[in-house]
């Protein structure tokens, strides 16, 4: 089946460092790749998604890549601020319809002030 | 997000039976839900499309789901367990078709005490 792995359960950055959340999937399908956040007490929202291998998605700063040779998706932002902490879901969700997104365990970030 | 509403935000129950709803105003053909337990990622419990259920994941048979009508979505849990403390989610997508973006509420928090 369908599986996405966060290695990183927890990061932790002062504010305008560089970041980086790992990402990698597998799958015997052509997904499409989410990331998801979710901010203190409140369900998760779409950051972004790509739909084609190869192509970059861009919101709010924040990059990732759909990467098919590596089948990687990692997340990037050049310079993060306190308010991008939150919980970072990095998702797929396969080629046909009526099936299930399948959600990496997440990746809690805590940027300090 | 007042574009999908729950209620009750939060419910503590010792064992009782009690309903969780959900709403949408965003004219969207599916809904779902979702138990999000600390710390994990969210995990699909149903998916309704036009009203039909079509996907029932591994869920005791104490959580009923039912579809009223295109916008709404209500969760039946009776004889609840500790193990179902947790946030429960509706979600709702404009179709069910591959890549469609997940919209999410707020949650219904459910203490099992």
């Given at each position: ?10 990061v932790t950055l002062s504010e305008d460092d560089f970041l980086f959340i790992n990402c990698t999937y597998s799958t ?86 | ?47 309704y499309n036009l009203k039909q259920l079509i996907r029932n994941e591994t ?55």
């Open positions: 089946g369908d599986s996405v792995t966060q290695k990183q359960g927890q015997t399908t052509y997904p499409t790749l989410f990331w998801y956040v979710q901010y203190p007490g409140q369900g998760p929202q779409l950051l972004l998604k790509v739909t084609t291998a190869n192509n970059k998605g861009i919101s709010r700063g924040f990059e990732a890549t759909y990467d098919k040779g590596t089948t990687s998706f990692h997340l990037q932002k050049a310079s993060v601020q306190e308010s991008d902490s939150a919980v970072y879901f990095c998702a797929l969700a396969p080629s046909y319809g009526n099936e299930k997104i399948t959600f990496g365990a997440g990746t809690k970030l805590t940027i300090k002030p | 997000n007042t574009k999908i509403t729950q209620s009750p935000r939060y419910l503590i129950l010792g064992r009782a039976n009690k309903s969780l709803e959900c709403e949408q105003h965003l004219g969207h053909n599916a809904m779902y839900w979702y138990k999000q337990s600390a710390e994990k990622p969210p995990e699909l419990m149903f998916l869920v005791p048979s104490r959580f009923i789901p039912e579809c009223p009508d295109s916008s709404k979505l209500l969760l039946h849990i009776s004889a609840v367990d500790p193990e179902d403390s947790a946030v429960y989610f509706c979600a709702s997508s404009q179709t069910t078709d591959s890549g469609n973006t997940l919209y999410f509420g707020e949650g219904s928090r459910l203490i099992v005490v």
